[in-house]
Nanobody
Framework: QVQLVESGGGLVQAGGSLRLSCAAS????????MGWFRQAPGKERELVTA????????YYPDSVKGRFTISRDNAKNTVYLQMTNLKPEDTAVYYC?????????????????WGQGTQVTVSS
């Protein structure tokens, strides 16, 4: 049974930082591209960042480029999202997702497994 468990969310002031973790089990983690998505109330789920199975390639949309960093530790079956200079508009539930692919996937429907999400709230 595949499980993705996010942790590290919370309440932070604007300009602050948070580090999210996603621990995976039940799959061969090193064979999966990983992504972080977020969903704010009333909005569609959007890709925050993604990383290839090896960690050699990453993707960031302009909205988070320069502020967020994705990384992974295949020995620990864990993917991380370091978020800095957080803004109120970053407030959302953050989800990690796994895609059995050698390429980075940028669309939600491409991902095979999802975590339950962790809330990130940025106060102004």
């Amino acid at each position: 049974q595949v499980q993705l468990v996010e942790s590290g969310g919370g309440l932070v002031q604007a300009g602050g930082s948070l580090r999210l973790s996603c621990a995976a089990s039940g799959l061969t983690f090193s064979l999966y591209a990983m992504g972080w998505f977020r969903q704010a109330p009333g909005k569609e789920r959007e890709l925050v960042t993604a990383i290839s199975y090896s960690g050699g390639s990453t993707y960031y949309p302009d909205s988070v480029k320069g502020r967020f960093t994705i990384s992974r530790d295949n020995a620990k079956n864990t993917v991380y999202l370091q978020m800095t200079n957080l803004k109120p508009e970053d407030t959302a539930v953050y989800y990690c997702a796994a895609d059995r692919s050698i390429r980075i996937s940028i669309f939600a429907h491409q991902y095979d497994y999802w975590g339950q999400g962790t809330q990130v709230t940025v106060s102004s």
